[in-house]
């Protein structure tokens, strides 16, 4: 028997630390090799192709926080989609009702926010 128990570890600490290092020696390599022409164009705040206009501190519609809360009730519906496919011979015709039932509920909420107006961005 081994007198570390943290030796089977060591590999995995090996690994870790060398893509530690390989990531702070590109970063460094980077800053060294990269061109260094500052101007008011580089230095200018840019997004999107597009020329920024207002400031950062502007308020959000309540819209883009519905649709990213949306997002996010889809995406944990997909998550859970995914272990009820891999056993789903051994749920049987109950796990079937149960996901039934489930998406239903989420069929029902996606119609309700639709005719509520929720995804539509201009009215």
């Known amino acids: 028997m081994d ?4 030796s089977p570890y ?3 600490a090996v690994v870790l ?5 390989l990531a702070l020696l590109i970063v460094k390599f980077a800053a ?6 500052p101007s008011a164009i580089k230095s200018a705040p840019f997004e999107a ?5 207002g400031t950062a501190r502007q308020r959000f519609a309540v819209k883009f926080y519905v649709v ?6 889809f995406d944990v ?11 789903f011979q051994a749920l049987g015709w109950f796990g ?17 926010i639709w005719k509520k107006g929720a995804l539509e961005w201009e009215h």
């Open 3 to 6: 007198p570390n128990p943290l």
């Open 10 to 12: 060591m590999p995995l």
């Open 17 to 21: 630390l060398l893509a530690g290092l």
């Open 32 to 37: 060294l090799a990269g061109p260094k022409r």
């Open 49 to 53: 192709g597009s020329e920024s206009s």
């Open 68 to 73: 990213a809360l949306l997002f996010i009730v």
């Open 77 to 87: 519906e997909a998550v859970f989609l995914y272990p009820w496919a891999v056993n």
């Open 96 to 112: 079937y009702a149960e996901m039934v039932v489930f998406a239903a509920t989420l069929v029902v909420g996606l119609i309700y």
